[in-house]
């Protein structure tokens, strides 16, 4: 079974630019999550998709972030403008039911706004 | 606001020794606490769980023990090996009632570090 995957792993921007990050969830996993750490804080819950729907956002730090999962399979997330703040390694999730028993998470993508 | 509260930030030890690492919690109404194993460059791994129900538990190596009435819980590693040198996350979560039961709230973590 094939993992989460996340891309890229890496990305360094100016602070203004956008940035996508991408998240494939294992494969028939309906729920799917993105956490962000912030230089070595705790790791924290930004939202929560059930398929294409968005079940909780409370996490998600103000506007300037977009999350989108078309059609249920994959997720984007992105920072538009992005500001120094926005530094971190962000972490997407996925499982199968809706407990956080069953989380399996991606390797993270590293996103530095310089 | 930090719900949990994770330390040391970080930890030496020598292999054979046992590693301990406290978590401790504010919110009651957490009823699932995992622990997360980290390895560079790759995302958080489950390594073990325990529910408020029970005082302990132990897989392998590793034993979570949970006090309710401090709101505290922790994770020991017997034996530690240069293998175990990793980040480790506490975490928990809220009763599936509260309607936020999926999301996990973390720990800030701790940078384990096993000497041969």
């Known amino acids: 079974e094939a993992g989460v995957t996340q891309f890229p792993s890496h990305s360094v921007i100016e602070k203004g630019q956008t940035v996508t990050l991408r998240c494939d969830p294992i494969s028939g996993h309906d729920n799917l999550y993105w956490y962000r750490r912030v230089m070595g804080k705790e790791i924290k819950f930004l939202l929560h998709f059930v398929k294409e729907s968005k079940q909780d956002e409370s996490g998600m730090p103000n506007n300037r972030f977009l999350a989108e999962r078309t059609g249920g399979t994959y997720s984007t997330l992105k920072v538009q403008p992005a500001e120094l703040e926005d530094s971190g390694v962000y972490f997407c999730?996925?499982?199968?039911?809706?407990?956080?028993?069953?989380?399996?998470f991606g390797s993270g993508t590293r996103l530095t706004v310089v | 606001q930090q719900q949990v509260k994770q330390s040391p930030q970080s930890l030496i030890v020598q292999k054979g020794g046992i590693s301990i690492i406290n978590c401790a919690y504010e919110?009651?109404?957490?009823?699932?606490f995992p622990w997360y194993q980290q390895f560079p460059g790759k995302g958080p791994a489950l390594l073990i769980a325990?529910?408020?129900?029970?005082s302990e538990k132990k897989e392998g190596r590793f034993t979570i023990s949970f006090n309710k009435s401090a709101k505290q819980f922790s994770l020991h590693i017997m034996d530690s090996q240069p293998g175990d040198s990793a980040t480790y996350f506490c975490a928990a979560s809220l009763s599936i009632s509260s309607g936020s039961a999926r999301q996990l709230t973390f720990g800030s973590g701790t940078q384990l570090t096993v000497l041969p």
């Open positions: 999730a996925s499982s199968q039911d809706d407990r956080p028993y069953g989380y399996t």
């Open positions: 325990i529910r408020p129900d029970v």
């Open positions: 919110n009651t109404a957490f009823d699932y």
